[in-house]
T-cell receptor, first 115, second 114 residues
C-alpha cells in the first residue's frame, strides 16, 4: 500500500525567501505524484504532477518539484515566496491497486509567509 | 467551463440524522470521487464512481454510501450521523478513472454534527 509523509505541519518563511516543502512517499510500484494547494474555504487546486516523463516538474505560480527515486522524495520548491502563497499544501500519490487507482494524500503542510 | 459544484456548502445536523450531499462534476467528466477532510485524519478517500458504478471504496463504515446518475452527478449519503462525521466533504471529478488523471476539486460541503 502506498503512503505519503509530509515533514512539518507548518512551515514559516519570509516574503522573498525560498520555499521548501518536503514530501516522501512509499509505494511498491512506480508512482504518480501530485502537489495540491488549498486556500481557506476552498477545494484543492493542482499545482503540478509527476508522471515519469521528467524528474523535474514545473507547475503553476512558480512552483516546481523534483522526483528522486533513490530518496523516495518529491519535495516542492519555489525560489521566492509571495504573501499570496500562504495556504495549505498537500502531496499525494496515486497507484493502481487491484485494478483501481487510489489517490492517497499526506497530512498537509501549512505555509505561513510573513512580510 | 464551470468547475465542480457542491451543494449545500454548509450543513448542520444532529446525531442520528442522515444527510445527503450533492456534487456536479465538470461537464464531460465521468469520474467522481469523494473525500473526507478532518484536522485529525487529513484527507481520506471515501469512494469513486465512474459511469454510475462504484469502482473503488475507502475504509469507511457502511453508513457512508453514494451513487452516480447518468449525467455523472453524484450524491453521497451518511446515515445515523455521529459527532465524528463532522468534516469537510470534498468531491473531485476527472475525465476518466486512472492513476495519472488530474482530479478537479469542488469547494466542499462543511458538515457539522451536533
Amino acid at each position: 500500500a502506498q503512503s505519503v509523509t509530509q515533514l512539518g505541519s507548518h512551515v514559516s518563511v519570509s516574503e522573498g525567501a525560498l520555499v521548501l516543502l518536503r514530501c516522501n512517499y512509499s509505494s511498491s510500484v512506480p508512482p504518480y505524484l501530485f502537489w495540491y494547494v488549498q486556500y481557506p474555504n476552498q477545494g484543492l487546486q493542482l499545482l503540478l504532477k509527476y508522471t515519469s516523463a521528467a524528474t523535474l516538474v514545473k507547475g503553476i505560480n512558480g512552483f516546481e518539484a523534483e522526483f528522486k527515486k533513490s530518496e523516495t522524495s518529491f519535495h516542492l520548491t519555489k525560489p521566492s515566496a509571495h504573501m499570496s502563497d500562504a495556504a495549505e499544501y498537500f502531496c499525494a500519490v496515486s497507484t493502481m491497486n487491484s485494478g483501481y487507482s487510489t489517490l492517497t494524500f499526506g497530512k498537509g503542510t501549512m505555509l505561513l509567509v510573513s512580510p | 467551463k464551470a468547475g465542480v459544484t457542491q451543494t449545500p456548502r454548509y450543513l448542520i445536523k444532529t446525531r442520528g440524522q442522515q444527510v445527503t450531499l450533492s456534487c456536479s462534476p465538470i461537464s464531460g467528466h465521468r469520474s467522481v470521487s469523494w473525500y473526507q477532510q478532518t484536522p485529525g485524519q487529513g484527507l481520506q478517500f471515501l469512494f469513486e464512481y465512474f459511469s454510475e458504478t462504484q469502482r473503488n471504496k475507502g475504509n469507511f463504515p457502511g453508513r457512508f454510501s453514494g451513487r452516480q446518475f447518468s449525467n455523472s452527478r453524484s450524491e453521497m449519503n451518511v446515515s445515523t450521523l455521529e459527532l465524528g462525521d463532522s468534516a469537510l466533504y470534498l468531491c473531485a471529478s476527472s475525465l476518466v478513472s486512472g492513476v495519472n488523471n488530474e482530479q478537479f476539486f469542488g469547494p466542499g460541503t462543511r458538515l457539522t454534527v451536533l
